[in-house]
């Protein structure tokens, strides 16, 4: 008989999210997924001035901080028609990449790799034999015996005073785990070298943007300006600086992420069997490199894969209102017009209509409503989106450095490419996207380098700012793939104001309840025949559902009646 557990919250993620899971002879039958938390967002800007919008739509998230400020700007672009100068798509492009250089590595390091790595065993390690391996795999300097000998005296430090701090309250010991010591100190190691490395790299985002998080963006163009011999502008200093910094990410992504995946991998290449869920893969793609009108141009590229039909990319428009809809049927919104049909963003509705059980409560009602996240469909087909569906629809493309990286990957671990349909091809992938992104944003630095040298200090345009020159009416969609995934805004203006604003996220597709169909999205499909070893410590759940790198934010938690905070199996 199946066996109904509940983890929740899911922890080392952005937001609140439940899972349910039914298990039956060690593995999961069947699978829930909720978001535990309302995005109001939408409401918030009906009424407000278009321009204005990126501001409010950045906070929804402290991680996807910047993403959705550029879908943001891109959506009232496209809507007014304003082309932006060249220089403005490189500042861009550049801290979209330093997003995703920080996202990434803190995503391996401090919210997915102690999914595979055990702390406590890394005090069994010999630090001369944990020398030996860092050596032979990486030319990275911290690696000496008496560099790991002293990491782990502080370790042992930490666990004979009980006070594990930030490794507390984890599943050590879980017969999941399978590294040898010597490799889990490795990864011990690197978790903290990377908390120190992850606050450089932002700082490109405070020199191109005046802050992180939230960095500042402008409808037209980019809110910096150039003028290499000015204090207070983007000068020669401040240019120097930034190409300091991407040279040092590409550096750590090379010796120090890169092969430590490599070295976990080989441990758990059964994994690569396990948590692949459905079959689709939407990628919006970005990073324009001849203006963002020019799709044919993107290093990332658009497109949809089928059935992981890898030899055939389906194309997708945004704008037609057939293709993308979202759906209520187990969401807690309704429809003016009822449940039953989705509705495309232009036409979408946030009305809030929570009918689920009062905390605290054993189970949820999946037969009703049961998640504050909405079922985005394309032409009624789920999709997975991510760093695993950008880099296959790159892969199937033909991009010349992701084919061989791809490749070089499976090799290493002799693995085929149907590999990458899995728990453990998610988290391969997001690494290979980590080192082609990192060659990526020194190219762009060096075309900025070349215009400013050329002359062109363009950083805006502000032909149609001013309301007088909009038309009545006007409508468009912002894309952008943030680090978890598929991003868009969808605005509708009318008289000068926002009418409708729609966003439909990366986990909105991911995390999503079953629709009308009982077609279960991402996360749910990915749980299905994943072998649990104790229920009591669902470690193997934990770790495919990172793999996806939920994040939920964007909303206010929910809280019994008491102002008490509801959860049920607690997790690291």
Not at 72 to 85: F, M, Q
Not at 234 to 256: C, G, P, S
Not at 536 to 544: H, K
């Amino acid at each position: 008989m199946a066996k109904r557990i509940v983890v929740d919250p899911i922890t080392r993620i952005e937001g609140h999210l439940r899972i349910e899971a039914e298990i039956e002879n060690g593995k999961i039958i069947d699978a829930y997924s909720s978001g535990t938390m309302v995005r109001g967002i939408e409401l918030i800007l009906q009424g407000r001035d278009p321009r204005d919008a990126w501001a409010f739509t950045e906070r929804v998230c402290g991680v996807c901080t910047t993403v959705h400020a550029l879908a943001s700007v891109r959506c009232v672009e496209n809507a007014l028609d304003i082309k932006i100068p060249p220089n403005a798509e490189l500042v861009r492009n550049l801290m979209f990449c330093a997003l995703y250089m920080q996202d990434h590595v803190v995503h391996f390091y401090h919210l997915h790799a102690l999914d595979w790595v055990d702390v406590v065993s890394a005090l069994k390690a010999d630090p001369k034999a944990t020398s030996e391996i860092a050596q032979s795999i990486s030319p990275w300097p911290k690696s000496s015996p008496k560099y790991f000998s002293g990491l782990q005296k502080r370790l042992t430090t930490f666990v004979e005073s009980g006070q594990l701090g930030i490794f507390a309250n984890g599943y050590w010991g879980h017969p999941a785990y399978k590294l040898p010591p010597e490799i889990n100190l490795i990864g011990v190691a690197h978790y903290l070298e990377a908390l120190e490395w992850q606050k450089e790299i932002v700082k490109i985002h405070a020199i191109l943007g005046g802050k992180n998080p939230h960095p500042n963006y402008l409808v037209g163009g980019a809110p910096v300006s150039i003028n290499i011999n000015e204090a207070n502008a983007l000068n020669m200093e401040r240019l120097a600086y930034i190409q300091q910094l991407l040279q040092n990410a590409k550096t750590f992504i090379d010796q120090v992420y890169i092969p430590d995946l490599l070295a976990v991998a080989p441990y758990y290449l059964d994994w690569a069997g396990i948590g692949g869920g459905v079959s689709n893969y939407l990628s919006y793609g970005d990073l324009p490199t001849n203006g963002y009108a020019d799709i044919s141009s993107f290093k990332l590229p658009r497109g949809i894969i089928l059935n992981r039909d890898l030899k055939n990319i389906v194309e997708i428009d945004p704008t037609d209102e057939e293709e993308i809809k979202e759906y209520i049927t187990h969401s807690y919104y309704d429809y003016s017009d009822g449940d039953k049909a989705g509705k495309h963003p232009w036409k979408g509705e946030t009305n809030l209509n929570y009918t689920g059980p009062k905390p605290p409560y054993d189970q949820l009602n999946v037969s009703s409503k049961y998640s504050w996240l909405k079922t985005p469909r394309w032409k009624n087909k789920a999709m997975e989106v991510g760093p695993l569906s950008r880099m296959l629809v790159a892969y199937a493309k033909g991009d010349e450095q992701v084919v061989e990286l791809t490749n070089a990957v499976l090799k290493k671990l002799n693995a085929p490419v149907g590999a990458l349909f899995s728990t453990l091809g998610r988290t391969a992938a997001r690494g290979i996207e980590s080192a082609v992104v990192a060659n990526w944003a020194l190219e762009f630095y060096d075309q900025l380098i070349a215009n400013i040298k050329n002359g062109d200090s363009r950083m805006a345009n502000m032909e149609k700012w001013e309301p007088e020159t909009w038309p009545a009416e006007a409508k468009g969609v912002g894309l952008t793939e943030a680090p978890r995934g598929a991003l868009a805004h969808w605005i509708v203006i009318k008289d000068k104001k926002i009418d409708n604003y729609q966003l439909v996220v990366p986990t909105t597709w991911n995390g999503s309840p079953r629709d009308a169909d009982g077609q279960r999205s991402a996360f749910e499909e990915s749980l299905i025949g994943t072998p649990v070893a104790d229920p009591e410590q669902p470690l193997e759940i934990i770790r495919t559902i990172h793999s996806f790198d939920p994040c939920l934010a964007c909303a206010v938690h929910l809280y019994d009646e008491k102002g008490t905070y509801v959860h049920k199996v607690e997790t690291f």
